[in-house]
Structures are given as structure tokens and as C-alpha cells.
């Protein structure tokens, strides 16, 4: 049997059971001997990303016309947790290049004939750049972007947390427009006025290859204006899809590193009696198999919304502060029942740590889903948050 053949909420078909099951081999196989030089080195593992070219998980998501797989973007996200469970950081930067393909076809038709065939095959990149210093997650603060000028666009600002942009070969940068709309301009990142500084360094998630860009009166062709991606206007309103990695990631993070502080305590003994079998670290272990299994119901409530058009509404707003809280506590709780070898860089332990509390800031702080939660769900006459 397939350990995907059986799921509370979501519904795999037998193909899709088999595209978890490579996608858990190549995991184990391929991607858990890279994690701790990948961390160390924080570069992009890039024969890693050809490898899944190969592997066919670039066209799961692309339109059958176009002869791709034809799925949803749920099976991306459950992907996206089997390979947490080994790295989340590794599980950050790979996974979402799945839907490189179908997010070029969608929006940049254009380009395809350009771009295709090296988003297939893992050879380029491309990032969504938004996040200007001023307007931060308030979009509506954001200063203006892009100007007219005829036909044409003149871009001007900096963009922060661009993921994949220290690598990226082309942009969809998106900001204010002077006619007062959002937009999303496509830029190639040898166009004169880009810069990409070096990669940043952070707490975690080490391999994403996270830049900060900056467009000095970058010309942008009139026919370059992409639609906005599905999601980006709910992202407003707290109701954002893009959530969903942050928590698939948190979710199959917990599950790797309780597994993996199980199987340490089951080896380590006082007194000739195994830890784990104590009573006061078992129920410890007890009390973060519970906290994960409820957070992976509720994530996977959530993607069945997805499947069936309900979209996660109003969930998206709920579960990425609920799931990355959860691992924070989950992944420090681990790390204190390995006692003093758990902060040793070498048994793996702290790279979990770290992305959890990275993953608390990713797409969005916790702290402004609450916000959006008080709001949006609860009617709540909350101002002046984070996404006003």
C-alpha cells in the first residue's frame, strides 16, 4: 500500500500517489545527503533543480496541451511537506520552482517559447519581486513603482525578500502604478538598470537564494504588463494561497524533527532504561505528536478546500500562524530533550530550529495573520494592522 493511499481530507488518485512516492524517494535519497552542505554553503543547489527537471516535477502543474501533468497546485504543497520532513529549508527552495512552468504559461504567454523549455528542464529561474522597503506588507503605503513614459514603463525601487533572486534569470516585479492600480511588469534581469546585490544570509532557510533588487529607471515594453497572479489581491484580505508553503513546510518540519528526536531517545539510555521511555519526556513526546498531527489535519483541511474550488477560506488566514507556531515550539521542545549534543550543528538538530523561527516571518509575520484573523474572521474593529 501506498503511504499515500489513505488521507482524512484529501482525495489522491493513484497517480498521484505514485508522484508522492518518488517524490519521498528523491528526499531520502538525493536531497537529505546535500542538507548540511547546502546550509553551510547557502547556495542554490542547482543539480538538485536539474535533477527534478529530469525527474518530470516541472510539469506536473503545466496545462496536459502543453504536455504537462495537468495538477493543481496541492499536489505542489504535499511535495513541499514530504520533503520538510528532511530539510525545510531544502523544501523552501525547491519545491515551489514545481510551479515555475504553469505560473510562465499563465502569466507571461509570451514568453513561453523563450523561457519553456529551461523552466522544464531546471536551468532557469525566475522570482516574484514585491516587497518595497516603504509599504513592507502594506501594499496601499507602498510608494508608486512604475511610471508611464508612451508606450513603455519606467520602473524605479527596491524590492526585498526576493526569493531565487540572487539566481533569478528573469522578474515579475510587481508594485504601484501612477494610474493608482497594482501591477506586475516582466523584467529580464539583464536589463540595464537591474541590480541584484549578493545573496542574504539568514537565520534559516539557507539555499533559497534570497536577494535584495533594485530597478534604477528600468524601460519596461508596454506588452511586458503580466496579470496580477491569482491569489495576490486576496493576499490583502489575509486570504493568500502563497501561505499554504510556509505552513507545508512548518507541518512536515515538525514531523522530521519529532521523528527524529523519537528514534535519538529510543538509543539513548540512563540508568540502562531507554529516554524515551520515561515518563516525563514521553509525555513530552506525546504532547508534540499531538500538536503536529492537529496542525497536519487542519493544513490538510485546508488543501481540500483547494481541491474542491472552496479555496481555504477563511483558513489561509489561520493556519500559517497556527502551523509555524507550532513548529517553533515543536522543533525547541526537540532540541532540549537532546540535551546539549542538540545545538551541535552535526546531528542536525538546530537547522530545524532555524527555519522554524524563520518560517514564523515567511510570507507574511505571524503576528499580521493574527491581525487578519481579528478582522477578517472575527469582525473584529481592529486598526491599523500590518495589512491595511
Known amino acids: 500500500m501506498s503511504d499515500y ?14 508522484i ?3 517524490a519521498k524517494e528523491f528526499g531520502e535519497n538525493e536531497i537529505a545527503p546535500r542538507v548540511a552542505e547546502i546550509d553551510a554553503s547557502n547556495e542554490y543547489p542547482w543539480d538538485l533543480a536539474k ?14 496541451k502543453l504536455g504537462g501533468g495537468g495538477h493543481g497546485p496541492v499536489i505542489k504543497w504535499l511535495i513541499e511537506e514530504e520533503w520538510a520532513k528532511i530539510s525545510p529549508a531544502m523544501a523552501f527552495a525547491l519545491a515551489p520552482a514545481i510551479g515555475e512552468a504553469y505560473y510562465l504559461v499563465g502569466l507571461a504567454p509570451k514568453l513561453v517559447d523563450k523561457y519553456l523549455e529551461e523552466a522544464l528542464d531546471g536551468t532557469a529561474k525566475f522570482t516574484f519581486t514585491g516587497t518595497d522597503p516603504a509599504g513592507s506588507f502594506n501594499h496601499t503605503e507602498a510608494p508608486v513603482f512604475g511610471r508611464r513614459d508612451g ?14 533572486a540572487g539566481i533569478a534569470k528573469y522578474h515579475f516585479a510587481s508594485g504601484m502604478g501612477d494610474d493608482g492600480s497594482w501591477h506586475q511588469w516582466y523584467v529580464d534581469v539583464e536589463t540595464p538598470g537591474v541590480k541584484v546585490e549578493p545573496f542574504e544570509r539568514k537565520l534559516g532557510l539557507a539555499g533559497t537564494a534570497n536577494a535584495v533588487v533594485s530597478y534604477e529607471s528600468v524601460r519596461v515594453p508596454g506588452d511586458q504588463v503580466c496579470p496580477i497572479p491569482p491569489g495576490t489581491e486576496a493576499d490583502r484580505r489575509g486570504n493568500a494561497s502563497g501561505y499554504i508553503g510556509a505552513c507545508c513546510c512548518a507541518v512536515g518540519g515538525a514531523q522530521g524533527v519529532l521523528a527524529k528526536t523519537i ?6 539510555t540512563t540508568h540502562r532504561v531507554p529516554l524515551a521511555d520515561m515518563s516525563v519526556i514521553a509525555d513530552r513526546l ?4 499531538i500538536e503536529v498531527e492537529a496542525a497536519q489535519c487542519f493544513l490538510h483541511n485546508t488543501l481540500k478546500g483547494f481541491q474542491t474550488g472552496y479555496g481555504g477560506k477563511p483558513h489561509t488566514s489561520m493556519v500559517k500562524p497556527y502551523c509555524t507556531d507550532m513548529f517553533a515550539r515543536v522543533s525547541r521542545g526537540c532540541m532540549e530533550l537532546w540535551g546539549g549534543i542538540g545545538v551541535n550543528e552535526e546531528v542536525g538538530v538546530a537547522r530545524y530550529v532555524r527555519d ?10 505571524t503576528t499580521g495573520h493574527y491581525q487578519q484573523v481579528a ?8 486598526k491599523y494592522t500590518l495589512s491595511d
Open 5 to 18: 493511499e489513505a488521507n482524512w481530507y484529501i482525495e489522491l488518485t493513484e497517480e498521484e500517489q505514485l
Open 20 to 22: 508522492l512516492q518518488t
Open 51 to 64: 535533477r527534478m527537471g529530469e525527474l518530470g516535477f516541472y510539469h506536473l502543474m503545466l496545462p496536459e
Open 151 to 164: 508606450d513603455d514603463w519606467i520602473l524605479n525601487g527596491t524590492r526585498l525578500f526576493g526569493t531565487y
Open 263 to 268: 528514534d535519538y531517545l529510543k538509543q539513548r
Open 286 to 289: 506525546a504532547g508534540f505528536a
Open 356 to 365: 522554524a523561527l524563520t518560517m514564523l516571518a515567511a510570507d507574511r509575520p
Open 375 to 382: 478582522q477578517s474572521v472575527l469582525g473584529l474593529g481592529v
